[in-house]
């Protein structure tokens, strides 16, 4: 193995989230002696009205079965023991926060893919440590959650993105994986191709019946054939099978010049109702960021990723450049309503802006000037209060109504990408 290497990349993936950390609440602050671990339980909602499924499951619950994503009244017939804990929202934002607070100490280069997972970046460290010490690095960082915060992880140690979180995904629990290319061979090539990233279940089946079942089969199987029946998907997904890294859009959702904010939701997004409370609060956000820059933009786009790993986008140019919440909140809904079909269940979502401007004139009709005036104020003074007293300070009714404050507030993986200008603007 190498002494070093130019970049390393660790992929954290806490394991089993939801009931983790509903296990480690109540064991460590409620007190209670059994933990939600070590039986069969699970994590799902709406079992009274018999049509929830199952979110998280604990490890003894795999041994009978049961599959995150299966009903509830399934996992119960194949294990009539069941123990069954309704999901906690509150809890698993603060719990991520927690968990990002600590992968932050080590590195200003965090990545948050999602409410539970996360990259960490370490470049220029080859000066100072060779790969025994990151790998050291690893463990410490792996049982400082177990101690600190009292649930486990799995930790992929790489050279790039997409091999760091293959490695973090090999047999679990609370492990440290290493996956560097010249181990891709005997690591990564004798798994089935069902444990290639993006490979969903219809890319499986398709591969399949091409004779190609392994990881190793796809990487050295012949590209005109892949092309052929797969198209683009297949070209990416061979790439991977060969050691490639991800695209780097897909890592820091970073676009043009401008300010976005995304997030990866706890459930699939199934309604209009619940993608619309998403984008206020992924609106707000980049509202506020923007202010605080004292910039505006004038074009808005909404990004949605399935969860066959689908992703769209659209955007809309706006009639006069804005840096009030309600503007972009209501230009990303409409640009939802035309792109999603609200049957496809949705996995990520994002509000991206851009065309940042400074100093930008506003231009409003007669009718419009003082309710625009009124939503400037209002944005001021929420700004003011959050910043003085913490961003929990104020929320808005219909979050409180439906409890979506709760499921947002520790998921948006907020990102400014590449600065509000670029680099001849700032000449």
């Not at 003894?60 to 009244?73: D, L, M, N």
């Not at 698993?92 to 948050?112: G, P, T, W």
């Not at 990487?219 to 695209?247: S, V």
């Not at 509000?351 to 930008?360: D, F």
Request: glycine share 8%.
């Amino acid at each position: 193995m190498k002494e070093t290497v130019g970049k390393y990349v660790f992929h954290i993936d806490v394991n089993s989230a939801f009931l983790s950390w509903t296990a480690a609440y109540r064991v460590n602050v409620l007190g209670e002696k059994e933990d939600l671990r070590e039986i069969p339980s699970i994590v799902g909602g709406d079992q009274e009205k018999r049509h929830g499924v199952v979110l998280a499951k604990s490890t003894p619950a795999k041994k009978y079965g049961i599959q995150t994503g299966e009903p509830i009244v399934a996992a119960q017939r194949k294990c009539p023991g069941l123990v069954i804990v309704p999901p906690d929202n509150g809890l698993y934002v603060a719990s991520s926060r927690a968990f990002m607070k600590i992968l932050k100490e080590y590195s200003d280069n965090v990545i948050q893919y999602s409410i539970d997972e996360a990259w960490i970046v370490f470049e220029g460290f080859e000066k100072l440590y060779g790969c025994d010490q990151m790998i050291n690095l690893a463990y410490e960082l792996k049982d400082r959650i177990r101690e600190e915060l009292g649930f486990t992880v799995n930790v992929g140690v790489s050279t790039n993105f997409l091999l760091s979180k293959t490695a973090g995904d090999f047999s679990k629990p609370d492990k440290v994986h290493t996956l560097f290319p010249e181990e891709i061979e005997k690591k990564m090539w004798p798994l089935p191709v069902s444990d290639l990233f993006l490979c969903g279940r219809s890319t499986v089946e398709k591969l399949h019946r091409l004779g190609i079942q392994t990881i190793g089969e796809l990487a050295k199987a012949d590209e005109g054939m892949i092309n052929a029946h797969l198209k683009k998907h297949g070209q990416t997904i061979q790439g991977y099978a060969r050691g490639c890294d991800l695209d780097p859009g897909m890592v820091s959702h970073e676009e043009n010049k401008g300010y976005s904010n995304s997030l990866t939701a706890p459930v699939d997004i199934v309604t209009e109702e619940y993608a619309r409370h998403l984008l206020l609060s992924l609106s707000e956000t980049v509202g506020a960021r923007l202010r605080a820059d004292h910039v505006m933009v004038s074009l808005v786009s909404v990004h949605l990723t399935t969860c066959e790993f689908k992703r769209m986008n659209k955007q809309m140019q706006l009639d006069s450049p804005t840096n009030i919440t309600e503007e972009i909140y209501e230009a990303s809904c409409q640009i939802l309503s035309r792109l999603w079909d609200k049957k496809t269940p949705i996995r990520q979502i994002g509000v991206h802006t851009s065309k940042v401007q400074e100093h930008a004139a506003r231009q409003y009709s007669i009718f419009d000037l003082e309710k625009n005036d009124k939503l400037e104020k209002l944005d001021r003074a929420v700004d003011q209060l959050r910043g003085k007293y913490g961003e929990d300070a104020v929320f808005r009714a219909s979050f409180l109504k439906s409890n979506v404050s709760h499921m947002t507030g520790g998921l948006n993986k907020e990102k400014r990408s590449g600065g509000h200008r670029s680099q001849s603007r700032r000449d």
